[in-house]
């Protein structure tokens, strides 16, 4: 039912033609440079001196060989391409500072890795590593870039490939920025995202933010949303795909009849799923109804907005410390390596896509490094966590390195610091949920499973309202 394609190093232009399937155009592995940002560069070149802002904006194919390790799930190799995956970059200048945005079709990137990344990012562009931001849509159908155990490998070789690529699409941003406006704005679109943790009772953030950038001419060069709801509609479907966010950015492209880049970034959904959502039931025509209405609303405000110059560009980070629940005592962990062990015993299925086996194998390997640390003496009694944010006139975009429930999501957006604010999670860093009390009284999967794939320590119930508080303040000191 999904298209089995050659993977980026074959060069394919088009791809998808197993049975059944509908053809994909794929493109090159190569950037490219939107013909309004070159048009805009050579035409607005004496301007430069005029125009205090300025902004450019490039993309590069960042789709992995098939075969490379699917992760957020129990997915196994890869064993085609739906869609090519991306990475979009803004940078965006005034006399005062300039931010450069990367927002890449990948699961999440851990915290050191993202580090070298930026690291490779400044280096090769100048820029300062604390104004660049890397933010990933959390597409499920994406390559391992963050170890979550018996949930795919991290390939050292494509996270070479990945760090050329980032470093490329940095440098083309920077080359093509020229004299640029922006627009920004907001609008509701319900019933596209449902709370999957309570259901009716939780909290469903449905406000659509957006941001345009136009060249001087007033001509659209990118457009960016952000929407708080997990990119899972074509989740365990084993083929790399951005998901919904694909969908979304090609209704807009028809919409506004530019074949510019559209940047997704993953709101404040961390227990947001899309109402279509079947679990374990990959859909495309989901994925699409998705992308679509997302697309819809977007389009209807992108109608509205008028850009101007921007008068102030800010940009800042700040940590956090997030204090870290005791580990269990050691007869406890013992117990619970020597029971997963057994279970493990009577799995006969250990291929990489049984849930179960993967799900048992993880709770032995926790217990055991848990165990290790205890005997060791204990474990540190928190971890620091940096906000990054960057605000333009009364538009902010707050970075988050984990996975934001969406009350503490729309506190933040109520906050009124700025008129509009926009969340990128999984940016910079990838350490999981950032839950809710009632999440972890509920030993919901959010508070107590998915930290064993990540490492071993977890979040106290408190990490996502220390998480909305550190947010405001960052925004309070943008705002300055
Ligand atoms: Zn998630």
Not at 17 to 29: D, I, K, L, N
Not at 128 to 144: D, V, Y
Not at 415 to 438: D, K, W
């Amino acid at each position: 039912m999904v298209a089995r394609t050659g993977s980026v190093n074959r060069r394919l232009h088009r791809t998808g033609q197993s049975s059944g399937a509908a053809c994909v155009w794929r493109f090159p592995a190569d950037t490219v440079l939107y013909p309004a940002a070159i048009e805009s560069l050579r035409r607005s070149v004496p301007l430069m001196n005029d125009s205090p802002f300025s902004a450019g904006v490039a993309r590069i194919d960042i789709t992995p060989p098939v075969g490379v390790d699917l992760t957020g799930g129990a997915f196994g190799p890869s064993r085609g391409v739906l869609h090519p995956l991306w990475a979009k970059a803004v940078v965006l200048r005034r006399p005062e500072a300039s931010v450069l945005l990367v927002v890449c079709d990948l699961l999440g990137i851990d915290e050191q890795r993202s580090d070298d990344l930026r690291r490779a990012i400044a280096g090769a562009t100048g820029l300062a590593f604390e104004r660049i931001m890397l933010a990933c849509t959390h597409t499920h159908g994406a390559p391992a870039t963050v170890p979550l155990r018996n949930w795919g490998r991290v390939d050292p070789d494509y996270m070479s490939t990945l760090c050329d690529r980032l470093v490329r699409v940095a440098e083309d941003a920077v080359r093509a920025a020229a004299p640029a406006r922006l627009a920004h704005g907001q609008i509701a679109c319900p019933g596209v995202a449902i709370n999957r943790c309570l259901g009716e009772r939780g909290v469903v953030d449905d406000v659509l933010g957006v941001m345009r950038l136009d060249d001087a001419t007033g001509r659209a060069m990118a457009v960016v949303i952000s929407f708080a709801c997990h990119p899972v509609n074509l989740h365990s479907a084993g083929v790399f795909t951005p998901d919904f966010p694909h969908f979304a950015e090609r209704a807009i492209q028809a919409g506004l009849g530019l074949n510019i880049p559209v940047l997704f970034l993953s709101g404040a959904g961390g227990d947001l799923n899309p109402s279509n959502f079947t679990n374990q039931t990959p859909s495309e025509p989901n994925a699409r109804q998705t992308g679509e209405l997302i697309a819809a609303k977007a389009l209807e405000r992108l109608g509205e907005m008028r850009s101007v110059v921007p008068d102030r560009l800010s940009a800042a980070a700040m940590p956090i410390d997030l204090p870290l629940r005791p580990l269990p005592d050691a007869q406890t962990l013992r117990a619970t390596a020597e029971e997963a062990g057994q279970r493990l015993e009577t799995i006969t299925d250990r291929s990489p896509t049984n849930w179960t086996y993967a799900g048992v194998k993880t709770r032995m390997e926790w217990a055991l490094e848990a165990l290790e640390l205890v005997e060791q003496g204990g474990v540190p009694d928190r971890r620091t966590l940096i906000l990054q944010g960057f605000a333009l006139d009364d538009l902010a975009v707050v970075g988050i390195g984990g996975e934001l429930f969406a009350e503490y999501g729309q506190a933040v957006r109520r906050s009124g610091v700025f008129e509009h604010i926009m969340i990128a999670t999984q940016a910079n860093a990838s350490v999981g949920y950032l839950f809710s009390p009632e999440a972890l009284a509920m030993e919901r999967y959010e508070a107590v499973a998915c930290p064993r794939y990540l490492g071993v320590d977890s979040f106290t119930g408190d990490c996502g309202s220390l998480v909305r508080d550190g947010a405001i303040a960052l925004l309070r000191q943008l705002a300055g």
